[in-house]
């Protein structure tokens, strides 16, 4: 296991990047830029723990195909996180530092490639244009060639997801088209999918690997020490999403991680993410008010 602090180092390429506490793991010991060129599923998500609440079905993917791997990025240093409990009386300082080997914890446990915490506050990635987040945010996209890419949903409602995901679109979007990814997903975290219309649902099957999935829910005891059991309701939520889903699309799948595919809002000439939201939610309106009328 290699860990370097701050940096991506090999011998002949380096990403610095820009906050000091910045952290790079590689549970399997290669250099830090050969494990992030050879991640085909990125989850990029704010805090620790979401990667392992939205990204399961990515997780499980690279365990049952040879030649895949997961990377995971955790933008902030989840300094404003609430704490109770044991970690009750924790000081900024000593929850980053526990949030950050948690989320290192959930990395080995999951066989991922590459862990990287950028380590922002919540303020910077809120600031459209932060130069550090904008930097470190490009170098990983343009270090790696995923074949799909994890992100939050723009229908999320907690501020410092939609800004992550707003900063990684920008970023997307200032590669070359080509370099692009080929897949780019937003996915249920605060707020969940359910409501999309069928037609804008991408069901993901996070019902494969459940022991996995609930020792990567559990490794983050900082979280759901205090009565929040994001362990139970991320289970929850995917085995009712499977159970109250009319498709046929899934296969039987035990459990469903809801997304919307945000592909389109990457490519030039696509629509913007207010629009592409915008006629989600119309679609979700039309559909509510079209059964009602056929009962009146
Ligand atoms: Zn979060």
Redesign the pocket.
């Known amino acids: 296991m290699r860990s370097h602090r701050g940096a991506l180092v090999c011998r002949t390429f380096t990403v610095r990047f820009s906050h000091p506490q910045a952290d790079v793991l590689v549970p399997g010991g290669a250099a830090p830029e050969a494990a992030l060129r050879r991640v085909t599923h990125l989850c990029v998500?704010?805090?620790a723990?979401?990667i392992e609440i939205m990204a399961q079905s990515g997780i499980s993917d690279c365990i049952d195909a040879p030649g895949k791997a997961f990377g995971g990025v955790v933008v902030t240093d989840g300094a404003g996180s609430p704490r109770s409990g044991p970690y009750a009386s924790y000081t900024d300082e000593r929850m980053i530092a526990t949030r950050r080997e948690e989320q290192r914890a959930a990395a080995r446990i999951g066989g991922y490639a590459i862990q990287v915490q950028l380590a922002h506050t919540s303020a910077d990635v809120k600031a459209s244009g932060h130069p550090g987040v904008a930097a470190d945010l490009a170098a990983l996209f343009a270090g790696c060639a995923p074949e799909v890419v994890f992100l939050h949903n723009p229908a999320d409602k907690?501020d410092?997801?939609v800004a992550v995901l707003m900063r990684c679109l920008e970023a997307i979007r200032l590669l070359p088209p080509g370099r692009r990814p080929a897949r780019v997903l937003g996915c249920e975290?605060?707020r969940d999918l359910d409501w999309l219309a069928d037609a804008d649902k991408v069901a993901l099957d996070s019902g494969r690997h459940p022991d996995l999935a609930k020792k990567l829910l559990e490794a983050f005891d900082s979280q759901i020490a205090g009565g929040k059991r994001y362990d139970l309701a991320a289970a929850g939520r995917r085995s009712a999403n499977a159970t109250f889903n009319a498709s046929h699309a899934t296969d039987g799948a035990s459990g469903i991680t809801w997304a919307v595919d945000l592909t389109p809002v990457t490519r030039d000439g696509g629509p913007s993410i207010e629009a592409f939201v915008a006629s989600l939610v119309g679609r979700f309106g039309s559909d509510v008010a079209l059964r009602l009328a056929r009962f009146a």
Do not use: E, G, P
């Open positions: 998500a704010a805090h723990d979401d907690h410092t997801h975290v605060w």
